[in-house]
């Protein structure tokens, strides 16, 4: 090459050649400085370790988590020299690494989702009780998965299951569980849930679930999502968006479908009390009709006393006013014309009497 | 009964049945037409037994690729 003269562009592009060829992709590890946003849209900062420093840019659509100075980052990048001669390391990924610097990450979208309301409560749709057609997105090869599986054919059947097999970890992940997302989204009859599971891992492994898009991708989902990934006191960004978290994948299987042995329980003891209701309601109707029946006695029995009580009266009135019985008390019943020798007849309780008027006299 | 059920699925069966017990707690209910409702709710329990028993999941790995755009 010493003899071989290049124009400053030529240099330029025999560069990146080069470098395209040697280092088409690196990974390199160190701590962010001088973060920058550039015009709503452009992302340049310095990756830096105690012995050197390294530009590196890349558009903001392309930033998965949020960066801030100070967090450890393995940034995936090509490297180039631009044309105004400055070495960067373009990047076609990022992530945090070491426990601080990933949680700083989490903090740091979380808070921007927060403020967007995509983990608002109103924003949680239910689950259907017993569905019958869901997609699961995970890797099939995981035990999380076999689990998962175990659990739903232990506690239900019937139900159609779809499952897209995905990366859970790593960088190629959430590209794969978002193309998943969408692809179960776009189908004619949707599914009525979309189950997200990943087992348990190192934070780096479920930073998986702390990238942008993908948490922006379960928050668009028109299908429910039902989202359990590691272990209970793990979380993340994608199951605090999701509708219902499940604190592992065997928590989504139990939150997914009942068991089928409670649901067999609970319709015989429905079948019971429509027995036991049926019993109930026979003996309250003869309890009724004994009830009613003795009311309906009680009354007659009453008519009848009253009735008999009248008749005594009566008979004890009509007694009274019996011509005998006056007589009897020792009056007399007196017949003829009340006139001077006229002929009267006397009736007493024991003999009739004839006599002769012999003076009237007015009273 | 079970021809009316046949085609019918356990949440179907499980709603029919709640609807028999609301029946029995209800204004509508009438002792006449009870026994009759009585051996439904019967045969109902014992068909989505028999359905939970017998019905097994129909899981599907789905062929399409996400490991690229394509």
Known sequence: MDDVLLSVGEFVALTNQTLEYAYPIVQVEGEVSEFRIAQGKWVSFKLKDDEAVVNCFTALAQMRVPLEDGMRVIVIAAPRLNNKGYFNLNIRAVKPVGEGSIKKGFELLKAKLEKEGLFAPERKRMLPRVPKHVAVVTSTESAAYADFIKIINERWGGLEVEVAHTQVQGVPAPDQMIRAIRYFNSLEILPEVLIIIRGGGSAEDLSTFNDEPLVRAIAESRIPTLVGVGHEVDHTLADMVSDVRAATPTNAAQILVPDKQEIIRGARAQANSVGYLLTQAIDSYSRQTKENLGAAFQRIQEKLDDAFERLGVLRVATSQLNPENVLKRGYALLRGDQTVGAKLEIETATNILTTEVQDVRAK | ?70
């Open chain 2, 1 to 70: 009964m079970s021809g009316q059920n046949k085609d019918k699925s356990v949440q179907d069966k499980l709603t029919d049945l709640s609807e028999l017990v609301g029946w029995f707690q209800g204004a509508s209910f009438k002792l006449e037409t009870a026994l009759d409702k009585f051996k439904e709710a019967e045969a109902l329990a014992e068909e989505i037994e028999k359905d939970l028993t017998k019905l097994k999941n129909d899981i599907k790995i789905v062929k399409k690729r996400f490991d690229s755009e394509v």
